[in-house]
């Protein structure tokens, strides 16, 4: 089992920047692929990034490449997106997830078996 909750999310306005973090319990943080995605009202939710293992490869959808910044600190169980130059476009619930059966990346939706209960960002003047 594991369990996630995301924090950070809030108000910003256009331009400015938000960190969220996802604290995860449970099996070994250290071994699993973990991934970030978002879903806004009346779409569905899609990738954002993911982190492999050991922090050390990311990948990004492209709407968010060169803002979006993904990483982990795996002494603190914790994984973080850094957001910056927010468009209203953003807007929307950020959910953190979790695949303890794969250390590389992963943006397949169905690959994650662990969520968040998400956290709303809105990116409104």
């Known amino acids: 089992q594991v369990q996630l909750v995301e924090s950070g999310g809030g108000l910003v306005q256009p331009g400015g920047s938000l960190r969220l973090s996802c604290a995860a319990s449970g099996r070994t943080f250290s071994s699993y692929t973990m991934g970030w995605f978002r879903q806004a009202p009346g779409k569905e939710r899609e990738f954002v990034a993911t982190?492999?293992?050991?922090?050390?490869?990311?990948l990004y959808t492209d709407p968010v490449k060169g803002r979006f910044t993904a990483s982990r600190d795996n002494d603190k169980n914790t994984l973080y997106l850094e957001m910056s130059s927010l468009r209203p476009e953003d807007t929307a619930v950020y959910y953190c997830a979790a695949n303890p059966t794969w250390s590389g990346l992963s943006s397949y939706l169905r690959a994650y078996t662990y969520w968040g209960q998400g956290t709303q960002v809105t990116v409104s003047s």
């Open positions: 982190i492999n293992s050991n922090g050390g490869r990311t």
